[in-house]
């Protein structure tokens, strides 16, 4: 220390150093203790979730519940249909992303979706699905009857899709050439299927069918590179 600071009494030594330490840490930065979600995905400083990370990563759904609850929906009129060039329907992206099921890997293919009668040991009840396929049709704004639409799977249970969570649930209106009251007419259903066969001999990725089935069925085999 310069004699000239020794010279000083000792308050002022003491309140001058204090002063060189605050300004030292506002010109380098200091953290509160508040951490920010990294870009991984993870909670910001309210606690809530951050965005989902890489670009078309599927959310994953709480998967198969020994008792299954109704689940709430999203507000009414506020979600809304989309339609392919040839006028088949495709939901809302941000209402219905579609959400996988946990317990549905590459690791565990042959003892979920490869094994005959996986599927229905897991589908929720009428009881459950029926209040929610009502509560979803005022959420996408659907007044047509409602035994012509078919609550839908985004990601099918046989693709490994979650069976009850909303976001790979919705009301989805009849395709064109619809007999009105003859129940839904679903052509989805059959991609589904050959998705499943292709995923099941090893011809299609899991990971790959359930990201082209929830962006758009009707390309799905195309996105895939699987001949019809």
Same mark, same amino acid.
């Given at each position: 220390?310069?004699?000239?600071?020794?010279?000083?009494?000792?308050?002022?030594?003491?309140?001058?150093?204090?002063?060189?330490?605050?300004?030292?840490?506002?010109?380098?930065?200091?953290?509160?203790?508040?951490?920010?979600?990294?870009?991984?995905?993870?909670?910001?400083?309210?606690?809530?979730?951050?965005?989902?990370?890489? !670009?078309?990563?599927?959310?994953?759904?709480?998967?198969?519940?020994?008792?299954?609850?109704?689940?709430?929906?999203?507000?009414?009129?506020?979600?809304?249909?989309?339609?392919?060039?040839?006028?088949?329907?495709?939901?809302?992206?941000?209402?219905?992303?579609?959400?996988?099921?946990?317990?549905?890997?590459?690791?565990?293919?042959? !003892?979920?979706?490869?094994?005959?009668?996986?599927?229905?040991?897991?589908?929720?009840?009428?009881?459950?699905?029926?209040?929610?396929?009502?509560?979803?049709?005022?959420?996408?704004?659907?007044?047509?009857?409602?035994?012509?639409?078919?609550?839908?799977?985004?990601?099918?249970?046989?693709?490994?899709?979650?069976?009850?969570?909303?976001?790979?649930?919705?009301?989805?209106?009849? !395709?064109?050439?619809?007999?009105?009251?003859?129940?839904?007419?679903?052509?989805?259903?059959?991609?589904?299927?050959?998705?499943?066969?292709?995923?099941? !001999?090893?011809?299609?990725?899991?990971?790959?069918?359930?990201?082209?089935?929830?962006?758009?069925?009707?390309?799905?085999?195309?996105?895939?590179?699987?001949?019809?």
């Amino acid at each position: 220390m310069p004699n000239s600071a020794r010279a000083l009494p000792l308050s002022v030594r003491t309140s001058t150093l204090a002063a060189v330490a605050v300004l030292a840490l506002a010109a380098g930065g200091c953290s509160s203790g508040r951490t920010h979600s990294d870009a991984k995905g993870g909670s910001g400083p309210s606690g809530t979730p951050s965005p989902a990370s890489p !670009s078309g990563a599927i959310a994953v759904g709480p998967g198969p519940q020994g008792a299954y609850t109704v689940q709430r929906q999203p507000a009414a009129g506020s979600c809304h249909v989309r339609h392919t060039a040839d006028k088949q329907p495709l939901p809302d992206p941000t209402c219905t992303p579609g959400a996988t099921n946990p317990k549905v890997t590459p690791a565990t293919l042959k !003892s979920t979706i490869c094994r005959s009668g996986y599927t229905k040991d897991i589908r929720p009840p009428v009881n459950i699905t029926g209040r929610e396929k009502k509560a979803n049709a005022a959420s996408y704004g659907y007044r047509g009857p409602l035994h012509d639409a078919e609550y839908d799977h985004l990601i099918s249970l046989q693709l490994g899709g979650d069976p009850n969570d909303p976001r790979n649930l919705w009301v989805e209106p009849p !395709s064109p050439g619809h007999r009105p009251g003859a129940g839904p007419n679903n052509p989805k259903d059959v991609v589904e299927n050959r998705l499943k066969a292709a995923i099941c !001999s090893g011809k299609a990725d899991l990971t790959k069918a359930q990201q082209a089935i929830a962006r758009d069925w009707t390309t799905a085999e195309a996105v895939l590179g699987l001949k019809r």
